[in-house]
């Protein structure tokens, strides 16, 4: 897998994880991993998770607002990029933090223990990446993501039932 340099990048529906991580000169850079590739970039995770919010109108916060809105999870907040083509994230630490990776709930196929209270966690396409954040703490935050996921996924379902005629708001005479 080869490693591009970029100073922005964006957010697709194969994009997989956002990771903090050290490069070989002892910088602080962000992997995008993708299912056939890897970028790095010189922004945080999270800065580079709120310009994909905001690519699709509308912010980190206001998504995190939203997920609590939904289902009340407050604290790393599992959110939704794009519901319409299946891009929900989880950060594994507190956004705030500088190490906080956030990863795609879709492309995941497994985890399973590390050690030092690590988590490796196998995609669909086979590729692994063993993250700090512990079993427990992943596996609360899957359940999570999929708790929102399926809410969120409800919602938008029971508007499509309406036609779009049914749906415009006008004012009544």
Known sequence: MKNYYFTTHEITPVTMAVIAKRNPEGENV???????????????????????????????????????????????????????????????SSPSNPKCAWIAHSHIDKVSRANNQ???????????????????????????????????DNRIKFLQQYSPADMIAEPST
């Open 30 to 92: 962000t992997y995008v991993i993708e299912e056939d590739t890897e970028y790095v970039l010189d922004q945080t995770p999270t800065k580079i998770i709120d310009e994909a919010c905001r690519f699709f109108g509308s912010s980190l916060k206001g998504r995190q607002d939203g997920t609590r809105d939904i289902c009340g999870i407050t604290h790393k907040a599992p959110i939704s990029i794009d519901p319409s083509s299946g891009m929900y994230f989880f950060p594994t």
């Open 118 to 152: 690590q988590t490796e966690i196998q995609f669909k396409n086979g590729s692994r990446v063993v993250l700090d954040i512990s079993y427990g703490s992943m596996l609360n935050q899957l359940q999570r993501t999929a708790q929102f996921r399926f809410q969120l």
